[in-house]
């Protein structure tokens, strides 16, 4: 399968045009269909998003050149699903992003697979799914780039980080799934062998410290998520895992050798939905091997992440978030003091720690508006390709954001 | 005084009739089964089920998120709030694991929908004889 985000980048302008230009038409078409105009067969549906926001930082670079504040935050997605009968679907989506230096809106595949029922009955269900498939990966990865499925306009990144998302995203392979009802609530369980997204810069300079001449290769990686629901969701909690292996191809008179990279991340999630308010909170563990690189030194490192996350739903369409939301690069140095004697950098490039508020207000069922202020202590998560001179950030900063978004 | 009083009693309990008013669960004539239970109609809203025992295709409609019948249908028959049905529905059609149900703009278009689609499933406030609907009873 091609990987889309492979095109030049003074081509990719051209087909953003192109995408933006079939993006408004779609939306056009499944308006007037919506309207009466045009019918789709029931089992043809075509959804998409569009939104842009607006960022400014105190200090520090987050999404462009943010201190002077950045536009420089577009998300836009159109999909398709196609179901001839109830137990085959069709899906695909695509996906235009810009955000800062790290993603500069080249067009991609977010996910595109066939999915095939095996079994179903009142009480279970199981099924497979092919292609390329979004990771099931705690309570909001699935959906991690539709503003409208996210708590606020930034997910917490200590879990959901943009610095080296690539790999978090989709990956190609198979998933098997399965959901049973049982007296004391639902279970819901989902496993999946496939190759990683790991072959972008920013993935590279997250794992192996610069862009290294060589590329890093996708190997056979497995991931799982079982998720068990209480009272039609009221209590969901939930526990993911992922097993990706990546190996270094060098490039010519490479001082980096053919070495191999394990990563671990564990996710548990636990949330409470009642009629105004929902508590959030997700722990993660994620572990890091690198072996045999030759001139990166072997390394092996966990990092921690926790957050805790408050919705009150004031009226129907207003909404208040806060969160405290944590990230630890390596949880044998928290504070990364034994780092900053090791390399003479400062140690709060080990760990983040950031307190949100946010207001989501919902002016239509199709239109939402989002405003929110974080207050971050560390830069751990900030990402590597807007701040060039990392050593140098500022510890202590501040983001404002609003975030205006549109779904169909 | 007195009549701002009756009067304000009056708005009360036409409100509270007008909240509590009954729906009943409404299917294709088509669909063999009698009657359902919670947890299989839920199974069904969420997107979760997409089948009638006898391989029937399942075709879901319901009314918008702000819709007051909508809204006391979740609550009241599947004791969910409206916003973890539309989470769920988000979760499948944002993420090509599935689809989301048939929105439909009105109660009639409801009727008119589920009463030309073979297995079709949707609610409405309760209603009369009506030859070309089928009420299913939720156990």
Not at chain 1, 315 to 343: C, H, K, M, S
Not at chain 1, 344 to 352: F, K, Q, R, S
Not at chain 1, 377 to 391: H, M, Q, R, S, V
Request: charged residues 20%; aromatic residues 12%; hydrophobic residues 40%.
């Amino acid at each position: 399968m091609t990987n889309l985000k492979c095109c030049p980048f003074n081509k990719s302008f051209e087909i953003n045009k192109f995408f933006l230009v079939a993006f408004i038409l779609v939306l056009g078409i499944s308006s007037t269909a919506r309207a009466g105009g045009i019918s789709l067969p029931d089992t043809l549906q075509i959804h998409g998003f569009a939104s842009q926001g607006y960022i400014h930082t105190s200090d520090n670079n987050f999404y462009g050149s943010s201190q002077n504040g950045s536009f420089d935050f577009t998300e836009l997605g159109l999909n398709a699903s196609f179901r001839p009968f109830s137990v085959l679907q069709f899906s695909a989506q695509l996906l235009s992003r810009r955000a800062g230096r790290g993603d500069e809106g080249d067009i991609r595949l977010d996910y595109g697979l066939v999915d095939y029922r095996f079994y179903s009955n009142e009480a279970m269900r199981a099924g497979i799914r092919i292609g390329r498939i979004k990771n099931p990966f705690g309570l909001y990865n699935d959906t991690r780039d539709v503003a409208f499925t996210r708590p606020s306009i930034l997910l917490p990144q200590s879990i959901y980080f943009d610095r080296a998302r690539n790999p978090a995203l989709s990956s190609e392979g198979v998933h098997l799934y399965g959901d049973r009802q049982f007296d004391f609530g639902d279970l819901s369980l989902q496993i999946g062998a496939g190759y990683p997204m790991v072959e972008d810069i920013e993935t590279e300079r997250a794992f192996l410290i610069n862009d290294q001449a060589g590329h890093l290769d996708g190997k056979l990686s497995y991931i799982g998520r079982i998720v068990f629901e209480q009272d039609g969701g009221r209590i969901r909690l939930g526990l993911s895992g992922a097993w990706v292996k990546m190996d270094y191809a060098p490039g010519t008179a490479d001082p980096v050798g053919a070495g191999t990279i394990n990563f671990n991340p564990l996710i548990f999630s636990a949330q409470y939905n009642a009629e105004s308010w929902s508590l959030t909170s997700e722990y993660a563990l994620r572990r890091i091997e690198i072996k045999n690189l030759g001139a990166i030194p072997d390394r092996e490192q966990t990092g921690e992440s926790v957050y805790f996350q408050g919705t009150y739903r004031i009226t129907p369409i207003l909404e208040a978030l806060v969160r405290y939301d944590i990230l630890y690069q390596d949880r044998g140095d928290r504070n990364g003091d034994n780092f900053a004697l090791q390399t003479g950098l400062p140690g709060h490039l080990l760990y983040a720690k950031d307190w949100t508020v946010g207001l989501r207000w919902d002016i239509m069922e199709a239109l939402m508006f989002r405003i929110e202020y974080h207050s971050v202590d560390g830069t751990a998560w900030l990402p590597l390709l807007d701040n060039t001179g990392l050593p140098s950030s500022e510890r202590y900063w501040g983001l404002f954001s609003i975030l205006l978004s549109y779904r169909f | 005084m007195r009549t701002f009083i009756a009067l304000s009693i009056l708005i009360c309990i036409a409100t509270m009739a007008s909240v509590t008013h009954a729906q009943e669960v409404v299917v294709h004539p088509t669909v063999l089964q009698e009657q359902i239970s919670r947890n299989t109609l839920r199974a069904i809203f969420s997107k979760r089920l997409q089948n009638w025992p006898e391989g029937t295709a399942i075709t879901v409609f319901v009314l918008g998120d702000r819709s007051p019948l909508h809204i006391a249908f979740c609550k009241q028959i599947l004791n969910v709030f409206p916003y973890q049905l539309r989470r769920a529905w988000d979760r499948l059609v944002y993420s090509g694991t599935g689809q989301s149900p048939l929105e439909v703009n009105t109660e009639e278009d409801m009727r008119k929908r589920i009463a030309n689609t073979p297995g079709a499933i949707g609610y409405l406030p309760t209603i009369g004889q009506d030859d070309e609907l089928k009420v299913l009873p939720v156990q």
